[in-house]
Structures are given as structure tokens and as C-alpha cells.
């Protein structure tokens, strides 16, 4: 008996290589390297991804099966970055020490990525001298992937242009601008990243990136320190960000009342409860409604996180961003996902009269 058990354990892992393999091929990576790929083809291609590909652990181990042609690897290697998963890191190491040209272009490429890293031009090629540093990096980025989260690394890489640094942080971070680091962790933090959060907004002293981390802290916990100015008369001045950080200082007291980290479970409860709606989980599959309507009716700052826990429930993947919620490009996505759950936009957060979590 255990004999056929795992002869049908392999057959059905079998089967899942020869499908999956049928699913790899993409359109898309034939446009790529060039602008076209870049501004459509990475993002209908993820999104395919998202959808209908098996996930990491098993595009590693179709990489694996030595079955695959190199229109396949590429498609993988440009694929699955969408995920930002570190246990996909080997697949890129291997490919970017090939003889293949293009492999190494998408492996520079979707390693980048992979992190949340700026997308290079890789255009002009990536020679092999380009592929033995890019081999060492990400060496030295998984070895401290297995200590911390990726968003930690973009945090760290943001405090250390201010000469300081993550609590027990151990490990390499990119020498990037500030403002490159913070983009990459909207790209990359989920729900379990805010007390890193909050740990690196009470360490900076840079304005900008305080305010960017409000801003991301706001994404995540459903709340609003900074409003968001209704009409081109309206008074802006510093003063509005002054004021959030000292509500933000008293939000993150009262979250961290009990307790020295910040549960951001217990935080998205609270302020559910503060608009009426009694969650005792808002991540199970039984919010899903609830999400639906911060969608619809709440913050823009909000809409990237409500799309990342409706893609859980079922929903089409598409990726919004919370530090430029508004642009054409984040509204056009949103509104893809109402359609999808015949959803009326009500952007009632615009409202003044909308509680304040």
C-alpha cells in the first residue's frame, strides 16, 4: 500500500510539471528587454502569475526538472518575482552565471524584481564579470533573508543613510536613495510587517521618510493621521504632518499598551470596530465583505491593502500602491476590482465626516 501511495504521489507530481509546464509559456516575455515589457507586458504577465500559475515552491520545482525550454525559464525568471518570495533566490543565482545571454538579462532583472528593487536597463546585456557580482549580492542577501524579512532590509537600507539601524538587524541592505527604499517596501510589506514599522518610524529623524512611513503605517493599520486635502484652497502646510506624527505617537502607545510589539491583527480590529463593524479576525475568510467596502468606500491610502486580502478571497490580482494611491494608473486598477465585485466607488474617506480610527 505504501508502494502505490507514493507511485501516485509521484504521478500526481508529475502531472502537475507537464501542466505547469503548459502554463509557462507567455507572449509576453518575447517583448522583453524594452519599454513595452516594462510599462505592459511584466504587469499582465504577474498578473497571470497570480492567477493561474502554481506557486513558488512549485515553479522551483519545475526550474528544477531540466524540462523546460528557455522561452519557459524566462518566463519564470520574469514571472515570478510577483511573488517576493526569498526561496525563489536560487533559481536567479543559477541563471545568472549561464552561457544564455537572455537568462542572464531576465535573471538581473527579476532579481531586482524579486526584492523590490528598481527595475534596471539591462538592455545592453549583463556580462559575465556583471553576473559573478550579482551572484556574490545574492549570496549575501539570502544569507540575511534567512534572519529577517524582506521588508527589513529596505527599512534598514532607508535608516542607515541616516547612520542608524533596525534593533538586532544582522545582514547586508542595498545602498539605495531613501526614497527608492520606501517604494520597495510598499512593494513588498504585508500585514505582519507593521511592528518593522513602526520600529523604523520612531528611529528616523528625516522628515521625509517619517512622513512616507506614516503614510505606509496608515496603509496598513487602516487609519488617518494626515487628511488628505480636499480642494486646491484648502490651507496645506507643514503643520498637517506635524499633527499626524503626534497622533500617530499616541496611536502606537495605545498599540503597544501590553506588550512591546505592535499586532497588527489586533490594530486592524480595533479600527474596524471604531467604523461599526465587529471583527474578531479582519484576516479570515469571513471579512471578505468588509474588505470589499474599504475598497469602495474607504481611504485611498487603504486601497492597496484591501486588493492584496481580496486577491486571498478569491479576487484578480492586481497591485496598488499605498504611497501613490491616486495616480491614473492605482485608479484604473481599483476600478478593475469594483468591476469585478460589482462594486459603486464611494470614496466617503474624503469626507470629514468619516470616523477617524
Known sequence: MKTKARGAVMIAAAAQLLLGSVWLHSSEVQHFPGTYFDSSGRTQLQARVMQSWPGPSALAEMWRSATLDTPQRLAILLGAPVHHDPSLLPLYREAIQSESPRLRQAAAYGYHDLIGDRLPDVSSGVSKAEARRLAREIDLVAETLRRHPLVAIWLQAALQSEGRSLPSFA?????????????????????????????????????????????????????????????????????????????????????????????????????????????????????????????????????????????????????????????????????????????????????ASTPKP
Open 171 to 351: 545582514g547586508v541592505a542595498p545602498q539605495r536613495p531613501a526614497t527608492d527604499c520606501l517604494k520597495a517596501v510598499d512593494n513588498v510589506m504585508s500585514f505582519d510587517d507593521l511592528d518593522l514599522l513602526v520600529q523604523a518610524y520612531q528611529l528616523s529623524q528625516r522628515r521625509p521618510t517619517r512622513i512616507a512611513l506614516m503614510r505606509l503605517i496608515e496603509g496598513l493599520t487602516l487609519s488617518r493621521f494626515v487628511p488628505r486635502s480636499v480642494g486646491s484652497t484648502k490651507a496645506w502646510g507643514p503643520e498637517v504632518y506635524d499633527r499626524g506624527f503626534v497622533d500617530l505617537d499616541a496611536a502606537i502607545a495605545s498599540w503597544q499598551s501590553g506588550g512591546c510589539t505592535v499586532d497588527a491583527t489586533r490594530v486592524l480590529a480595533e479600527n474596524f470596530a471604531l467604523m461599526g463593524v465587529e471583527l474578531s479576525d479582519p484576516r479570515a475568510a469571513g471579512a471578505c465583505a468588509y474588505w470589499q467596502n474599504v475598497l469602495r468606500a474607504g481611504d485611498s491610502g487603504w486601497w492597496a491593502m484591501a486588493a492584496r486580502q481580496l486577491y486571498d478571497c478569491g479576487g484578480p490580482w492586481r497591485e496598488l500602491s499605498v504611497l501613490q494611491p491616486e495616480s491614473d494608473l492605482m485608479r484604473e486598477r481599483r476600478q478593475d476590482l469594483l468591476r469585478f465585485f460589482r462594486l459603486d466607488p464611494i470614496d466617503l474617506m474624503r469626507s
